[in-house]
Structure formats: C-alpha cells, structure tokens
C-alpha cells in the first residue's frame, strides 16, 4: 500500500457555531479556533474538520449553503480563514472543510434564479417539476420529515429537497453544475486547505426516471432511500470529482457514505478510491426504526462490538475506515453506548479506547476529548435542531404524551453534541461572554477543560495518552497499518482484538460494571495503556475490574 500523508493522523471536528465565542454574539467564531489552536496541538489532533462556516441562512446550522465563496460573518471573515489555516500550518496542522453539495440552499443566487425562471439556464441546476392534478411529482419522504417536493411560488411545478425545503438539490446530471462544485473545491484546496468531509454525497445520484415507490407510512410516502438504493452510477461523478479536484492536490477527504453497495468498497476507498476514507457509521445506525426514533431499538455493548468488528472485516485492509463515537449528528457517545448511570471516568476512557485504537484514522469530536454528556431539555422549546422538532412531531403523532415525547427525543437529539464546548467553570462554561446560542450543559462545573488538564487521571489526559501511542515510533507502524483481528468474541461484555504489524499489540475492554476473568491468549510483554493503576493476570487469565480497557504488548 502507498503511503499517504494522512495515514498516521489523528483528526478532530469542530463544532465552531459551539466551540468558542470571542465577540459575545453567543456564537462560536473562526477567531476562537485560532485561539485553541495550542490547546489542540497540545492533545495531539492533527487534522481539524470544521462542520460549515460559509454564509448560511441557517436553516440546517449551516449544511444550507447560500455562497461557497465567503465565510459567514457570524463566524468572522476570510482573512480570519486564511489566518487560521495559516496559524494551522505553522503547528504542522491541517484544516479541513465540509463539502456540501448535494444541496445548496435556498437563498444561494443559483435557486433565486431558478425560481425567476424554471425553465431557463438556472432552473436545470436543480430537480423541478410539474406537478400532476395538483399532486407532487413523486411520493418521497425527506430526511427531516415530510415530502421532498416543495412549490415554486407563482407556478404548478415544484422542487426536490432531501432535506429541509430550505436545501433545494442540486441537479449534478447536469455539467455545468459539476464545473462549478470542482472550480469552488479548487478554489479552496489553492488555499492551502488540507482536504474536505464531504456531506451526504451518496444523495447526488438520483435513481431517474423519478418515481412512486410503495409508501411505507400511513403519511403516503416512502423513504428517499428506498430511491436511492436504485439509483447507479454515483462512482461516475466521484470519480471525475477525485481526478479534477482532490488528486491534483493531494488533498485528505472523508465521505459522510451510507448506503453505499458493499461491492463498491474499493473504488470509495481502495487505493484509487473517490475518497481518502469514509465514516465507519455502522454503531450510530444500529437499531434504528423507519418509524422513527420513538421505534428504535437500544445498543448493548455486544451490538456495539459487533458493529465494530463487521465494519473492521468488511473493510480489512482494503482502505481506512474514519472511526468516531459521535459527531455533530448524534447524541454524546458516553451516553449512548455506556448504560444508563455508568458515564464513570473509567467507563468513558474504555469507550475511547476501544474506539480509537481500531484500524482506521481517529475522529475525537469536540468535548468528547473530556468525557462531555448528552445535556437535559426541560422543555421542547430548548430545541434547536430542525430533524429532532420533527422527531418530536412524529412521536407526538405516534400517541406518546408530550413528556414522554421529550424523553425520547432528548436520548437521540443532535443538539446533545451541540451544547456549547465545556472550556471551564465559569459563567457559561467559558465559552462566551453573551447569551450562548444553545443552552450550557448543567453539568459543565464537572465536566470542563480547565479541570482536566490540570488532572493526570482526566479523560483528556487519557485521550492524549492515546494519541501519543497512536505516534510513538516503536508502535506507529503497528497501530497504523496492522491488521486487526477480533479475539474472545464469545466472551459476553468483552471486547478484545489484536493490533498486528512489526508488534503484536492486545486491545482489550470489558464493557460492564461488574469485574470478570477472561482466558489470555498469550502473556504480555508490556502494559502500554491501562485505565486503573493495577491489573492482575497469570499466564493463561486476566482478571478486569469493571470498564477495565488495556493494550498491551503481547
Ligand atoms: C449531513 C450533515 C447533517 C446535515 C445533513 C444535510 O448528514 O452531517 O448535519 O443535516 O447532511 O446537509
């Protein structure tokens, strides 16, 4: 395999409408990145994915582009860009921006014009269509709820939106608009951007002609991914992407891939693939119900570790899955994947560990280097996030009463991970001056990074003890290029593999409260990470206590 730069890295996602304020508006700015960027290195991180920051109405936190040109003023302005990528570079760091172009939004000059005048030049930039005795072209539910056609006001036709209506579709069949994704993508990487995570980039290949499917709600209409699964021949328009923009510069990417055909692995990730890696989301999407989130399914930790090691398998060595335990689309991993009540320090860094040291590159979101939480609604009105008030909707509509709806909706909402970062214990965490956009999590006088850098047994020093690993030149090789193997898979609560390359490296967690022995299948060498003080073993048993999470050198 050739080696790339990006190989050995460790990468972070920013949340910057939630990272730091500098300017009191109660939202976070490009000036309170660059003000971190010691922090960052600090813990380790290499690469730093910004979720967008380019002007945006705002109807989808910025996932709604209105100029791909400039940086929305609410987050600052390009010269801070530029500063910070360049401040990045100095510390031998890398940024990298979301690309979202299956979308743009609503208030982008491309769709004012398309509205202007549907059948024009413009109107060919998007999906529009005439509706049939006042009915929508096609019977398809978005994401966030709802149909995906909406009217162009003044006219019978309508337009496609996958997601919110303010994300009208971009119409990549269509040339022109592919020359001005590739010419906006070069444009930004000429800027010394490191690469780009690329949004919901399996919905730019719509299955034509477009059509009715069987409805598989009482609303009449079916998931758009019962389209998508019939639609070929995305690898045309990623692979003319990867050759015009990311391979003449060499540039990291990572594809925000569901739903992809499992024989088409290699060409999205392979040595040539369309992208650098992809996001390993077979955890997040476990359990989940067409119905909604009201009908999901709970994860156990032996779910989670089959999840993982499907995805492992099925990848091997044929690329480099992005590992996360969250992001800014799902609730906060701890409370996700630990049971309920045991977010203990030990727990949290078992988690961590177990995940990070997979094959793959390492994806930290923000917080989740200190152990950060879901937070607490009191009430639906401290929602902000656009897919969980329609969740809430559904549920409502499901007949759960208004409490229970919220109860349920706040397990899986979005806006758990969108909490203000938690910086210290002062008012508002640190993280601005004004009113935060978002509420604080209660919890931020425990959970902060101030306290923990200042504590050798923190979950960040944890973190950083595994990205120190994840570098050092003895294991390096290992760690990044070894194969994984899954090992005592029948032990129930125990999640265990070996890290082979030049080392042998055993990774091992016991994913309960309560202590269990389990057999060793050979005697260590070395303990490199250990989340308690101590540990007992003989030649053939190792004892854990509860969340117990080692590597060891076998
Ligand atoms: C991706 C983003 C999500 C956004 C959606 C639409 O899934 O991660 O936040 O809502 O795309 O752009």
């Given at each position: 395999m050739t080696k790339k730069w990006w190989h050995d890295k460790t990468a972070y996602q920013i949340y910057p409408k939630s990272f730091l304020d500098t300017n009191g508006d109660g939202i976070g700015d490009l000036k309170g990145i660059i003000s971190k960027l010691d922090y960052l290195k600090d813990l380790g991180v290499d690469i730093l994915w910004l979720s967008p920051i380019y002007?945006?109405?705002?109807?989808d936190q910025g996932y709604d582009i209105a100029d791909y040109y400039n940086i929305d003023p609410r987050f600052g302005t390009m010269e801070d860009m530029e500063e910070l990528i360049e401040k990045a570079k100095e510390r031998e760091m890398y940024i990298v921006m979301d690309l979202v172009v299956n979308h743009c939004s609503d208030e982008h000059e491309w769709f004012k014009k398309a509205c202007a005048d549907p059948d024009g030049e413009y109107g060919n930039y998007f999906y529009i269509r005439e509706k049939k005795d006042g009915k929508s072209p096609t019977n398809w539910r978005s994401y966030f709820g709802n149909s995906v056609w909406s009217d162009i006001p003044g006219t019978n036709k309508q337009y496609l939106h996958s997601f919110h209506k303010k994300q009208p579709d971009l119409n990549w069949e269509n040339e022109a608009v592919r020359e001005e994704v590739y010419k906006n993508i070069n444009w930004w990487l000429d800027k010394g951007l490191g690469g780009f995570r690329i949004d919901a980039i399996i919905n730019i290949k719509k299955a034509l002609p477009l059509q009715d499917y069987e409805p598989d709600r009482a609303d009449g209409l079916c998931s758009i991914q019962e389209m998508l699964s019939r639609a070929n021949g995305v690898g045309e328009f990623l692979s003319e992407m990867r050759d015009r923009c990311f391979k003449p510069h060499d540039a990291f990417t990572v594809g925000e891939v569901?739903?992809?055909?499992?024989?088409e692995l290699d060409s999205f990730i392979g040595e040539n693939g369309y992208f650098s890696s992809k996001f390993d989301f077979n955890e997040t999407i476990f359990g989940g119900s067409e119905k909604g989130w009201y009908d999901a399914k709970a994860i156990t930790p032996e779910d989670y570790k089959h999840c993982c090691f499907a995805a492992q398998r099925h990848v091997g060595t044929t690329g480099f899955l992005s590992n996360i335990?969250?992001?800014?689309?799902?609730?906060r991993g701890v409370s996700h994947y630990l049971p309920e009540g045991e977010c203990s320090l030990e727990a949290k860094k078992m988690l961590g560990g177990l995940n990070f040291m997979l094959r793959g590159i390492p994806f930290i979101y923000q917080g989740q280097e200190i152990g950060m939480e879901n937070t607490v609604f009191s009430?639906?009105?401290e929602v902000d996030d656009i897919a969980t008030l329609d969740q809430y909707q559904t549920t409502l509509e499901a007949g759960y009463s208004p409490e229970e709806a919220l109860n349920i909706v706040s397990r899986y909402s979005r806006d758990n991970a969108r909490t203000p970062m938690q910086w210290d214990a002062s008012a508002n965490t640190g993280f601005t001056n004004g009113t935060p956009w978002l509420k604080v999590n209660p919890n931020y006088r425990d959970i902060n990074v101030a306290d923990q850098m200042n504590d050798e047994h923190s979950v960040f020093m944890f973190y950083k003890k595994l990205i120190q690993l994840r570098k050092h030149p003895r294991w390096k090789e290992t760690i990044i290029y070894g194969t994984l193997e899954p090992v005592?898979?029948?032990?129930?609560?125990i999640m265990a593999y070996y890290r082979k390359g030049p080392e042998t490296l055993l990774i091992i967690g016991n994913f309960q409260k309560d202590e269990q022995e389990v057999p060793l299948p050979r005697m260590p060498k070395e303990i490199l990470i250990n989340n308690y003080q101590e540990v007992s073993y003989d030649e053939t048993r190792i004892h854990l206590k509860g969340w117990q999470f080692l590597v060891l050198e076998i």
């Open positions: 002007v945006s109405p705002f109807a569901f739903d992809e055909k499992p024989e335990i969250e992001n800014h689309d799902e609730p009430s639906i009105d005592l898979e029948d032990e129930k609560n």
